[in-house]
């Protein structure tokens, strides 16, 4: 039996990961504001990861095998994750993005060494406090974070010459999470913007040029999550199903679930509001992640066609 700590996971993939982590007879402690109690069989923390002090005297003496970090999304919030835990847990494994990829504009499939996070400049003074500066700023935040947890400097300008040392020091694991679809629970609304316009008869506007995407089910996201908190590996991986999806093809398998409706997509360059803004999960850059490290690691990722009608299913029904 592992001591498995999860930061957040009231939602989504992460109530996914909590009860396979339970299931697997493992020892779960989470740790949130109190917004959402864990299921049953878990230990239940109530605190503000973005408070120190109310973080240490919720955890007080406890140990971890591992710790998975649902909820960073700042390199203020990964330094203070760094100080409290370190010494807690032999491994710290936070869940990142596709987006810490927003500026490697590649045709082909992008590999973990394309963005290394002992290379990214953290800046402590921008307003990470600031919820909307936040969301707009989202992959930057998540590029911050890791390279908090991989160097463990978060003061100074630059921190590509920081000791690699630290790495064994604070063993931690960025899983880049590609766009995740599937479940009755799906909050982002992005299947179901689809679905809306579809029935409809309403434009989808794509940029003029509308490049693919990889995908990962909601389901295959906290089974790998659940598996990686059993492996020993560290650093980024990328976390995709098998595949690449463009916009046309997407609402294809929505259109085959909305009976009667019909695609209509129009370029557009995503200014303004209404039928002006872009459609979600549709890029005007690749945001294709080669799932290779993770599948010569050992682990089986599906092929997003396969599962891809399941997800309109479960989101629209």
Same mark, same amino acid.
């Given at each position: ?105 590649? /045709?082909?499939? !992008?590999?973990?060494?394309? *963005?290394?996070? #002992? ?5 402590? =003074?921008?307003?990470? @406090? ?124 929505? /259109?085959?679930? !909305?009976?009667?409706?019909? *695609?209509?997509? #129009? ?5 303004? =509001?209404?039928?002006? @803004? ?40």
């Amino acid at each position: 039996m592992r001591d498995v700590c999860v930061i957040g996971g009231s939602r989504y993939f992460g109530k996914r990961l909590i009860d396979r982590l339970l299931s697997a007879g493992d020892g779960v402690t989470v740790v949130n504001r109190g917004s959402a109690a864990p299921p049953a069989g878990a230990v239940h923390l109530v605190a503000d990861r973005d408070d120190e002090e109310s973080l240490e005297r919720a955890l007080g003496s406890r140990t971890f095998d591992v710790v998975v970090d649902q909820v960073c999304y700042t390199p203020v919030q990964a330094a203070i994750a760094r100080r409290v835990f370190a010494g807690r847990t032999r491994r710290y494994v936070m869940t990142s993005t596709v987006e810490v990829y927003e500026h490697e504009d590649s /045709a082909g499939l !992008v590999g973990e060494d394309a *963005v290394d996070p #002992r290379t990214v400049r953290v800046d402590l =003074g921008l307003p990470w @406090g600031d919820p909307e500066f936040r969301d707009a700023h989202y992959g930057e935040g998540k590029r911050q974070a890791e390279a908090v947890f991989a160097t463990g400097s978060a003061d100074t300008a630059d921190i590509a010459d920081a000791t690699d040392t630290a790495d064994a020091e604070f063993p931690y694991v960025a899983v880049r999470v590609a766009h995740v679809l599937g479940g009755d629970d799906d909050f982002t609304g992005r299947l179901a913007h689809y679905a809306e316009r579809i029935r409809s008869g309403e434009p989808i506007v794509v940029p003029a040029v509308n490049h693919p995407a990889t995908y990962i089910h909601v389901e295959e996201i906290a089974d790998f999550l659940a598996w990686v908190v059993g492996r020993e590996f560290t650093g980024p991986v990328n976390a995709a199903s098998h595949g690449v999806l463009g916009t046309e093809e997407l609402c294809g398998v929505v /259109a085959a679930g !909305v009976p009667g409706g019909k *695609v209509l997509l #129009r370029s557009g360059d995503g200014s303004g =509001g209404g039928d002006g @803004g872009l459609s979600p999960l549709s890029f005007p850059r690749s945001y294709g992640m080669d799932n290779a490290r993770a599948t010569r690691l050992g682990f089986a990722f599906g092929h997003v066609r396969e599962w891809l009608p399941r997800a309109v299913t479960e989101t629209l029904h």
